[in-house]
Nanobody, 116 residues
């Protein structure tokens, strides 16, 4: 079955960096677009970034543009989210997501806390 497992979250000071990873299994990873979303406390889950199957096309939300970069390594079945210059408002649980044959799958999330 399709599984997505995120890792790399933690506590970081403002201005710091983290790299999140999401490992996919149970599907042909290289054939599917991957996305990152985040959900801050008491807020809705918001889209952060997406990368197409081949990895050549990416998009990021305006709120993180210039600070976050999405990439993928299809040989490792892994998608990454490099987060630089983190701000307190980036504090959230970060989820990866894919849609395989019309079904949406989510990982369990990894928590990021930006605090001094």
């Amino acid at each position: 079955q399709v599984q997505l497992v995120e890792s790399g979250g933690g506590v970081v000071q403002p201005g710091g960096s983290l790299r999140l990873s999401c490992a996919g299994s149970g599907f042909t990873f290289s054939n599917y677009a991957m996305s990152w979303y985040r959900q801050a406390p008491r807020k809705e889950r918001d889209w952060v970034a997406s990368i197409m199957a081949g990895g050549g096309t990416t998009s990021v939300a305006d709120s993180v543009k210039g600070r976050f970069t999405i990439s993928r390594d299809n040989a490792k079945n892994t998608v990454y989210l490099q987060m630089n210059n983190l701000k307190p408002e980036d504090t959230a649980v970060y989820f990866c997501r894919t849609v395989v044959r019309g079904i949406t799958y989510w990982g369990q999330g990894t928590e990021v806390t930006v605090s001094s």
